[in-house]
């Protein structure tokens, strides 16, 4: 007789009345997916970015070119400090506004951020177009444009963080030199037609560029995957961090070196026109040039970065530029001023794309979930700078002669040269780092 097969064990549960019921399966938690680092959709988000950071960046780059007209022409009444604080206001607020940026981007207002920032610099420059007032052009240029160019800035840099991964420098390269096109583009589309079509068409063309950029980034925004929510989205402010040596004397660094960095994006086409002797258009083409320049800096930066080291690269870059500021003390000739301008411009692109690495290292930002919050509070410490380092410059600037510029370079390389010095105390413990780590490792 053939064995009896023994009865397979249940286990399912009895309730209170016999019954069986259903076991539940267990609940494994699923690690959420990384981000896809690459693919058409990730590139689109790059590409939209891009256009982003072209409509935010293009007026602020490219104000020296409006500066010098608002000096001869529109706001001939006002000193070029009083003009200064225009674009610098600007600056500002393109920076600055990303502290509260950020954490709305955390919980997940990318598109309301998109939108209403592409509406506010839109709407802004067709004022511009309108305004004839110190005031007006303040409240259009400065606040309407600035502060809705700083509701683009850190959302398009975050879009791309939570994109991509290992190609994440790369990527953002190429956003970044959305910055140096609108640069580049906007002085230039100045020079062209203003004298054809007069000054208020010719921001409205600028205002109509921004609107065709917009037309393209937001539907591909729309289309694109929204960006994971973080479990608990970062703080705005850590106060503690103002006690650690290494990050206030990181954030010093930058107001420092950024209150220099603008001065010559500013007064570039003045120094030509009034100087050297040359045509208003030489100016303008100098600056578009010196923007141009500061991309390919951006982009040599992501790939020697990876090899040198972001925090070397960054020493390098202030060090160098220092030194190219002290030379403009001596700049008389055209051939000379082209030179200096094409390589203040790419190593000042250098300097703009290595901060968000640097920042990123542990000795600045132990932990990855505060490097959001730091990245904040370094940044409003660098509007601080721009915002009062050209204004300043203009001060200095009292009478159209050589010594006047003269006293404006050394002012602003000085200036850098302390920023440069605040700078080795952060870059200093970061190398005793990575050689604690090194030796460790071995």
């Known amino acids: ?16 009345n016999g019954n069986a019921k ?17 693919g058409t959709k990730a590139w689109l988000a790059v590409f939209a970015a891009c256009l982003s950071f072209l409509i935010a960046w293009g007026p602020s780059t490219g104000f020296g070119a409006f500066q010098e007209h608002y000096i001869d022409q529109l706001l001939s009444s006002h000193s ?54 110190y005031y007006q052009i303040m409240l259009a240029f400065g606040f309407c444009v600035g502060i809705g160019s700083g509701l683009l800035y850190v959302p398009a840099i975050a879009l791309v963080n939570t994109t991509f991964s290992t190609k994440r420098a790369l990527a953002m390269g190429f956003v970044t030199c959305g910055a140096s096109v609108g640069g580049v583009i906007f002085p230039i589309i ?56 290494t990050f206030s004397a990181y954030c010093v660094a930058n107001f420092l070196i950024f209150m220099a960095y603008f001065v010559p994006l500013f007064y570039v086409p003045y120094f030509a026109s009034t100087i050297l002797g040359t045509d208003r258009d030489f100016g303008f083409y100098v600056l578009a040039a010196l923007n ?40 008389r000739s055209l051939g000379s001023f082209f030179a200096f301008a094409v390589l203040l411009g790419f190593f000042s692109g250098i300097l ?11 000795v600045v930002s132990p932990t990855p979930s505060v490097i959001g919050t730091r990245l904040g509070m370094q940044w409003f410490a660098t509007s601080l700078g721009v915002l009062i380092g050209a204004p300043i410059a203009g001060a200095i600037v009292t009478t159209i002669n050589a010594d006047s510029f003269i006293n404006l370079a050394v002012y602003s390389g000085v200036v850098m040269a302390v920023g440069c010095a605040f700078l080795l105390v952060p870059l200093n413990a970061v190398w005793k780092h990575d050689k604690r780590r090194r030796q460790d490792a071995s």
């Open 352 to 362: 703009i794309s290595s901060n968000p690495v640097v920042v990123a290292h542990p």
């Open 292 to 331: 141009g320049a500061s991309g390919f800096g951006r982009l040599g930066s992501a790939i020697v970065a990876q090899k040198l080291g972001a925090q070397n690269v960054l020493l390098f870059s202030v060090v160098a530029s220092t030194i190219l500021i002290f030379g403009w003390t001596g700049i």
């Open 190 to 245: 100045f020079i062209r037609l203003q004298p054809r079509i007069g000054y208020p068409w010719t921001m409205r063309v600028l205002a109509f560029l921004q609107l065709a950029c917009s037309c393209i980034a937001m539907p591909i925004l729309l289309c694109i995957p929204r960006p994971p929510k973080p479990a608990s989205p970062r703080r705005i402010i850590h106060w503690h961090a103002m006690k650690e040596k």
């Open 22 to 38: 259903t076991q539940k399966e267990p609940v494994v938690a699923s690690t959420p997916p990384g981000p896809p680092d690459g």
């Open 80 to 133: 070029a400090s009083d003009i200064s604080w225009i674009g610098t206001v600007n600056a500002f607020f393109l920076i600055s506004t990303g502290v509260v940026a950020g954490p709305l981007f955390d919980r997940g207002y990318l598109l309301h951020l998109m939108a209403l920032g592409h509406l506010m610099v839109i709407f802004g420059m067709m004022m511009v177009s309108l305004a004839v007032e």
């Open 1 to 16: 007789m053939a064995e009896k097969m023994p009865k397979p064990i249940s286990t399912a549960e009895k309730d209170t």
